[in-house]
């Protein structure tokens, strides 16, 4: 089945009104055809970014998102108000919420619920650490991760989802995960897809690297069967260098 790819810019805590314009507008303007491009900007920009992309096909979405419906939450932000500034994705369980913030996995499923209630896509973010890896883990860490998911979900709600791989190690530290191991978690994730909701399902949904992903490793990353696209950090804040693996990924 031919899965359309996606590459997704998360520009985590960086940028200002001014770069956030610039930055949109320059990728709007040359995004290729043949790749589903996303910006994940910082909530304050979203409406800046979504005025720049605007006439485009380039797509926006959120960091992070609350939980629970409006209400008493200081601080946080509900999936409403990200659908009202016409966000469609919103990424979920970022391993920098799950560590930082203590985000548990029960919280970042309830997260991607809220999410597909309000008529988001969630991007469920999974991976392990190095230690994790070097232990042996892997797998079982990121079937707790999934299953925290999977467990409460029907085949219909997985429809208009994503997951992002992103394993800990190689975020923010120029260690991307070889092909190899991208390519062996990705084949994991869709079997486990398969096995819990069906081999068509499983076949149709895009599952994103993450990890130090760069315009000189993207074609190789991107390679993989079962790699669809790219969840992209620093090189995200750089409208040619993102452009050209937004580019690497119609290949
Ligand atoms: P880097 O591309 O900076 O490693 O970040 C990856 C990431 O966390 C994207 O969500």
Same mark, same amino acid.
């Given at each position: ?6 590459? &997704? ?5 960086n ?9 949109? &507008?320059?990728? &709007? ?33 959120a ?30 369980g970022?391993?920098?919420r =799950? ?9 970042? &499923? ?27 883990n ?5 079937n ?45 994730? =869709? ?32 390679a ?28």
């Amino acid at each position: 089945m031919s899965r359309t790819p996606l590459v &997704a810019g998360n520009w985590k805590m960086n940028g200002r009104r001014s770069m956030a314009a610039s930055l949109a &507008a320059e990728i &709007a303007a040359a995004a290729p055809a043949g790749v589903e491009v996303l910006l994940c900007p910082p909530l304050v920009y979203l409406d800046t970014v979504a005025s720049a992309v605007q006439a485009s096909d380039v797509v926006l979405g959120a960091q992070n998102l609350d939980e629970h419906e409006d209400g008493a939450f200081t601080g946080e932000v509900s999936a409403e108000m990200l659908v009202d500034v016409a966000c469609r994705y919103v990424l979920v369980g970022h391993s920098e919420r =799950r560590t930082l913030f203590a985000e548990s996995s029960a919280r970042v &499923a309830d997260k991607f619920f809220r999410a597909l209630d309000a008529g988001l896509r969630p991007v469920l973010c999974v991976g392990e650490t190095l230690a994790e890896r070097e232990a042996g883990n892997t797998e079982q860490v990121i079937n707790a991760q999934l299953d925290a998911v999977f467990g409460r979900a029907t085949a219909e709600q997985m429809v208009d989802t994503v997951i992002a791989y992103e394993p800990v190690w190689a975020i923010g530290t120029g260690m991307t995960a070889s092909p190899e191991q991208a390519q062996a978690v990705h084949a994991h994730i =869709r079997s486990r897809l398969a096995s819990s909701f069906g081999a068509p399902l499983a076949q149709s949904l895009r599952l994103l690297y993450g990890g130090s992903v760069k315009a000189d490793n993207a074609a190789s990353l991107f390679a993989g069967a079962d790699i669809d696209g790219g969840l992209v950090g620093g090189a995200s804040l750089d409208a040619a260098t993102f452009l050209a693996i937004c580019q690497a990924a119609t290949a």
